[in-house]
């Protein structure tokens, strides 16, 4: 009788195991935001592959929340510190806000090397239309004859990974905040091409804003780039119109106007070590991502410049006001930068040069989405801890996205005309992401134009760096 009992009780805990099993794994499987219990994040990896799941904190240091292999029975149950960027982000309720999410890191059994941002419990590894970014295939097309060093990870491609990345990552990552001014857009007309220019600049940030992790992979002659939804913005608004009024002349061979707000932003950097089989020695991965977490410029702007008055401020109610200046307060405008053109008869009457209008959409998309070149503090600090990532540096940005969200509204747009003098070219710049949700690659628009003829293409260069981008071979039509 007992044993029967027994044998009840057994098969009684079995069944009740296997429903909370189900139950957990319903509960993970949520692929619109992320499951809490208890204080925990719940959740499920599916796919194939060994992961870390990290975040970065204000102390500077990066934290491993968890190590693991995907596609396990059971949900993962992780603890993330979120109320540490809270309590010092939200100190003051005159700025917007956006915490840092987690990321995970991850390596596929077929060498798919990637890092996403955590936003939902299905986390899913190995279907690319599915991932938040476009990960490095470290096979590629290139079948090596060498071997790989003894007990390394080989995938029959070019590169062999150390069978303990995962730790080399954990003790080789960082993070740094910058607090600083950054040139959000910016306009230059080269070599006197225009008489007079008209230009009108208006920017709202809002709750429906979402910060956006920007991550670069540098394996040696190029970058891969991929952007990683974030957090939302919380906090004051920002509201900046900025245009002529009426006509300004072109009184100079090089005539530049930028606009700039404070924003404070993270870079999280790191490195796996691996083997190149083709150059037969051994080589690091870096890793570098970048999130604005803060803009301090909040409250109402309106700004006009005329030309006997120059610039000034009609209304001005709010901190951090935003400030013009010719010179652009960036490192560098994004190496891996393209640049859209469009051609300008010289009619002798006014032409449409250049017109952007980013709003608010239910994906990410070309046409609400924006980003800004890291700053000078950032693109130094990078380049001060290696060549590597300083070419890092000048290939990453800060993305943000514009999503419809209640009653609230985010956009950017852009409008400039002139008055040729003669035939020239207007231009502004694009940066092409990879997005899971997108498929295709998404071309985000860095709102930078030029006003040329071609005789010097230089776009906005840091006068404190010298670093620019040139146009040659990046160039297309519109």
């Excluded at 006997?308 to 901190?319: A, W």
């Excluded at 600090?381 to 290696?386: G, K, P, Q």
Aim: charged share 20%.
């Amino acid at each position: 009788m007992s044993r029967r009992k027994f044998l009840v009780r057994v098969l009684l805990l079995i069944f009740l195991s296997g429903n909370m099993v189900n139950a957990l794994n319903y509960l993970a499987s949520n692929e619109d935001s992320i499951t809490r219990i208890l204080g925990y994040d719940v959740y499920k990896i599916e796919g194939s592959g060994n992961y870390t799941i990290y975040y970065p904190l204000p102390n500077g240091s990066i934290k491993v929340l968890k190590r693991g292999k995907a596609g396990g029975i059971f949900p993962v149950f992780v603890k993330v510190p979120r109320e540490e960027w809270v309590g010092k982000l939200s100190t003051s309720g005159e700025a917007l806000y956006a915490p840092p999410t987690p990321l995970i890191l991850y390596i596929t059994p077929d060498g798919k090397l990637g890092v996403k941002s955590i936003t939902a419990s299905r986390i899913r590894l190995e279907n690319e239309e599915d991932l938040n970014l476009k990960d490095l295939n470290l096979k590629g097309s290139y079948q090596a004859q060498s071997s790989c060093p003894n007990g390394w990870i080989d995938f029959g491609g070019r590169y062999c990974l150390s069978p303990n990345w995962d730790f080399h990552f954990e003790s080789n990552a960082k993070t740094k905040t910058f607090d600083e001014w950054i040139t959000i857009t910016g306009l230059k007309i080269e070599n006197n091409v225009a008489e007079e220019v008209y230009f009108a600049w208006d920017l709202s940030l809002s709750s429906s804003t979402y910060s956006y992790w920007t991550i670069g992979i540098d394996v040696g002659p190029f970058t891969v780039l991929s952007v990683s939804k974030g957090h939302k913005f919380e906090g004051q608004a920002l509201y900046i119109s900025y245009q002529s009024k009426g006509p300004l002349v072109v009184d100079s061979d090089t005539w530049e106007r930028y606009l700039s707000i404070r924003v404070e932003y993270i870079i999280v950097h790191s490195k796996v070590p691996a083997y190149d089989k083709l150059a037969r020695e051994y080589v690091w991965i870096e890793i570098a991502q970048t999130y604005p977490v803060k803009i301090h410029s909040t409250g109402e702007y309106t700004i006009r410049e005329s030309s006997t008055r120059g610039i000034y401020f009609t209304e001005s109610n709010g901190n951090n006001p935003p400030r013009i200046t010719t010179t652009p307060n960036i490192w560098s405008l994004p190496k891996e930068a393209e640049w859209k053109r469009t051609w300008i008869s010289n009619t002798g009457d006014w032409e449409d040069a250049i017109y952007i209008k980013q709003s608010q959409s239910y994906s990410f998309s070309s046409t609400s989405s924006l980003s800004i070149p890291i700053g000078y503090a950032g693109g130094r600090y990078l380049s001060s801890i290696s060549p590597t990532l300083g070419r890092l540096a000048s290939a990453l940005s800060l993305t943000f996205g514009f999503y419809k969200y209640m009653n609230v509204a985010s956009y950017a747009k852009y409008s400039v005309d002139i008055k040729p003098r003669r035939d020239c070219y207007a231009m502004y710049s694009i940066l092409n992401v990879k997005v899971g949700e997108s498929g295709p690659k998404v071309e985000v628009p860095l709102v930078f134009g030029v006003i040329t003829d071609g005789k010097t293409p230089t776009p906005p260069c840091n006068p404190e760096t010298n670093l620019c981008i040139t146009t040659t071979n990046k160039i297309k039509e519109t």
